[in-house]
């Protein structure tokens, strides 16, 4: 090889390929943050529902509708009939609330895009943390504030943990509540 190119590649071609193979990874990783931790991701749902107004406006509590969240793992996304239970004669003609009724009447689930998930490998129980007293917002953001539901906490082990270690700190309305367990069973089953 002549050695005026390979001078020539170490100066300028190799740091230029260096350079933009790091450009790539760091925009890479930027990018592709909300999808990692979720923070952020807001997607349009099948049929609009503005938690500002129900949950907001109307006061709603979040367990007339997640239903399973003080006795299940899981919070539970409604089923269109918990919809009809007040769509059946309030908004009836409101195109949105049509096109709810038609499922209804088809008895079709709505296939709602799920905002907040967890990995496969950890365990959460809803029930655990709402019947400790813990408010929906503390991981949801401020849900009752929200037309289009978005994820605004990190559902990392570290944001868990600090909240676990430090719970005291971390819910101020709870006087006199201990730290959470904070061992690998907890969450890793």
């Known amino acids: 090889m002549n050695k005026s190119f390979l001078d020539y590649f170490l100066k300028i071609r190799l740091p230029i390929i260096v350079f933009v193979a790091c450009a790539s990874l760091v925009l890479t990783y930027y990018v592709s943050r909300q999808e990692r931790d979720g923070v952020g991701y807001q997607p349009a749902q099948p049929i ?16 007339y509708c997640h239903t399973g969240a003080s006795v299940s793992r899981h919070a539970m996304v409604p089923p269109v009939n ?4 007040c769509h059946s004669v309030a908004r009836k003609n409101k195109p949105d609330i049509v096109r709810l009724t038609q499922y209804f009447n088809e008895n079709k689930a709505i296939h709602w895009k799920r905002v907040h998930k967890l990995p496969d490998f950890v365990y959460f129980n809803h029930s ?8 929906c917002q503390t991981c949801h ?14 559902f990392t082990m570290a944001n868990c943990l600090r909240c676990h270690r430090n719970t005291a700190a971390m819910l101020p309305y709870l006087p006199g509540i201990k730290n959470a367990p904070d061992n690998c069973y907890t969450c890793h089953r």
């Open 82 to 85: 918990t919809c009809m239970n």
């Open 141 to 154: 953001g401020e849900i009752q504030e929200m037309d289009v539901v978005r994820q605004v906490n990190s």
């Open 48 to 63: 609009p529902f503005s938690h500002a107004l129900h949950a907001g406006q109307m006061g709603i509590d979040c367990q």
């Open 128 to 135: 655990v943390h709402v019947n400790r007293g813990i408010h």
